[in-house]
């Protein structure tokens, strides 16, 4: 099953695992489009279209002796939205979960901020316009910078803004608050979903939706996820081929919709579904199980973890370990530095809950577009290309009183766990000893203020860049253990962004110059004796396992909701077997080659749905 981690990303070129729509519904044409699968499963309905909703504002001119009273119009319904968003935070957090409902929190920052509130209430006295339009126009305007981001978390994060400017915007226009009312066991569909329609959503009536935008740290997205409601996302085009009357089948497993299905097209997905229900259901009794080989090699299954909440998921789904624990959830929609009490709180939590099986946390991966205002967002020096910037451990390094921070917060919750510390985007042996000096200066401050921390961090880094992969003999003799990000690797080394469609195709995890750099990541770790892992998309996809398995990585590190398939996958074959076919697949010369060879060796061994 050719899917990616955190429950889904952009299925790897060539995958084919939906049905193709082979001919068209009566009176219309059955159309395959690919997005992003957001949240699993498999959902039919009626299409039911999420229309966006511009609230009309005049451009008022006031009098001057209405402005005064203008500015406390605007701030009482300042006070409203935040009643309304603590109300919906607060339901949430009792319908779904303290985790779920902290997306909400976002919200409530922004109506808390001073650089929103403040130049709105500005323009009002200064050009003597409404409170409507002039927030309107200061909030479209935060929007607009958002969405042209190259970087995805901040893109993302408009639909925060658009969701509370439609909430403020209705309120000082006098229109009841919006309740989206959806028709029973509906497929919704739209440009996007505001996480106040995300958080009502029902099972009775929406069975799946899809978006044109979005990513899978989206908040509809998570509550997808939360509330078992298959999703797909980033549908470009999607709403230019609705037409009344449609349906639509929602593949959350591999990110498709289809819109008008053929009879016959109808017909497979319905077995598709209950083939994954069944197989679902068959997963239950992995969870205790090891993945072990049928010829004993014990392969680590790791899970990756997105916030702290999430920690319920690894344990539901029997993980043996967290492989990367990401920590910019800390420093992206809020409007302070969290302080090291915030920080040493939530990974002692998690450290805690997993002990005694190891949580490797990743420094903060911020820079380029993705860095708060506070740590050098306002700056004016906007990168063209933030991928090849100031990112990742080039940017701890250079906000050392905030890494000091994190490294002081991660080491005292070392104590209450097995905790592992790892650094992303290492490209030079420099970057690694910078960061080792600074810890073991942390070390020492802790010591002599007595505060009490483990005695023991194993200290490791993210192979991501080309240059950490040609060096990695290097590297391997500087840490306890390596864990290659794919994601960044396969774009970087074949020059392919993975989000840009006309590259989309280049981006290819089986690809042999992957599977050669990954096997000399390998070697180097193999011939210092520490440990290698993998967190990237390519340990979701169950052809991609039995190679990274051959390779020799002790560990896979994937979405939770994921790893009961990776499991089976490990437990259905034979290492040996796994290694012949990985020699053999270093040989071939291209990623379709490396696929075909793998469905031919492992037919028979897999379920087929997973080799479909």
């Not at 819109?259 to 679902?280: G, I, K, M, T, W």
């Not at 205002?373 to 250079?398: C, H, K, Q, T, V």
């Not at 992303?424 to 007595?450: K, N, Q």
Request: aromatic share 6%; net charge negative; proline share 6%.
């Amino acid at each position: 099953m050719t899917r990616a981690m955190n429950a889904g990303s952009r299925v790897p070129p060539g995958s084919k695992r939906a049905p193709d729509p082979a001919a068209p519904a009566a009176g219309a044409a059955s159309l395959l489009l690919k997005g992003i699968a957001a949240a699993p499963g498999i959902a039919f309905g009626a299409v039911h279209v999420l229309a966006p909703v511009e609230i009309p504002v005049p451009e008022d001119d006031l009098q001057p002796a209405a402005v005064e009273s203008e500015t406390e119009r605007f701030l009482r319904t300042i006070d409203k939205a935040r009643e309304q968003v603590t109300f919906l935070r607060a339901r949430v957090a009792e319908d779904v979960g303290e985790e779920e409902a902290r997306i909400f929190d976002a919200q409530l920052l922004f109506l808390e901020d001073r650089l929103v509130i403040e130049p709105v209430l500005a323009r009002i006295k200064s050009e003597r316009k409404a409170a409507a339009y002039v927030f309107r126009h200061h909030v479209v305007r935060m929007i607009e910078a958002l969405e042209d981001s190259d970087d995805e978390f901040r893109r993302e994060r408009a639909d925060v803004f658009r969701d509370i400017k439609r909430r403020v915007l209705r309120l000082l226009v006098g229109l009841d608050e919006d309740r989206p009312a959806f028709p029973a066991h509906c497929v919704l569909l739209g440009r996007e979903i505001a996480p106040s329609d995300a958080a009502l959503l029902d099972r009775a009536g929406v069975v799946g939706f899809a978006t044109e935008y979005g990513g899978v740290t989206a908040h509809a997205a998570i509550m997808a996820r939360s509330k078992g409601v298959p999703a797909v996302v980033g549908v470009r085009g999607l709403l230019r081929h609705l037409r009344p009357g449609d349906l639509a089948i929602i593949d959350g497993l591999d990110g498709a919709v289809v819109l008008n299905p053929s009879p016959d097209v109808l017909a497979a997905y319905e077995r598709r579904r209950d083939e994954y229900q069944a197989f679902e259901g068959s997963l239950t009794g992995l969870r205790d199980l090891p993945a072990v080989t049928t010829d004993g090699r014990r392969i680590e299954l790791g899970a990756n973890l997105e916030t702290p909440g999430d920690v319920e998921h690894v344990l539901e789904h029997g993980a043996d370990s967290i492989g990367l624990y990401r920590t910019e959830f800390f420093y992206i929609d809020r409007a302070r530095m969290p302080d090291e009490q915030e920080q040493f709180a939530a990974y002692r939590d998690v450290a805690e809950r997993m002990n005694p099986r190891p949580v490797i946390i990743r420094t903060m991966d911020l820079g380029g577009d993705k860095v708060a205002s506070y740590l050098g967002a306002d700056r004016g020096d906007r990168e063209s290309n933030p991928f090849l910037g100031w990112r990742g451990i080039r940017f701890s390094l250079e906000h050392r009183d905030a890494f000091r921070t994190q490294l002081r917060a991660i080491y005292r919750a070392s104590r209450y766990g097995r905790v592992k510390l790892m650094l992303p985007m290492i490209a030079t042996v420099e970057e690694i000893r910078a960061a080792r000096a600074l810890a073991a200066d942390v070390i020492g401050e802790l010591d002599r203020a007595r505060v009490p921390h483990g005695d023991r961090v194993e200290f490791g880094i993210m192979v991501e860049t080309p240059s950490a992969v040609l060096i990695a003999d290097v590297l391997a003799r500087e840490v306890d253990f390596f864990s290659v990000g794919t994601n960044d690797l396969i774009q970087y080394t074949l020059a392919a962004d993975r989000s840009n469609p006309k590259t989309a195709g280049l981006y290819q995890p089986l690809h042999p110059a992957i599977l050669r750099s990954l096997r000399i990541v390998v070697d180097a770790a193999r011939a210092e004796r520490i440990w290698v892992g993998i967190c990237g998309e390519m340990a979701a996809d169950p052809l991609a396992v039995v190679l990274l398995v051959g390779l020799g990585f002790d560990e896979l590190s994937v979405s939770p909701f994921l790893l009961p398939e990776v499991k089976t996958v490990v437990r259905a074959i034979a290492y040996a077997d796994a290694r012949a076919v990985a020699e053999e697949a270093l040989r071939l010369d291209s990623a379709a080659a490396v696929r075909t060879l793998v469905l031919a060796r492992m037919a028979g061994l897999l379920p087929q749905f997973l080799l479909v």
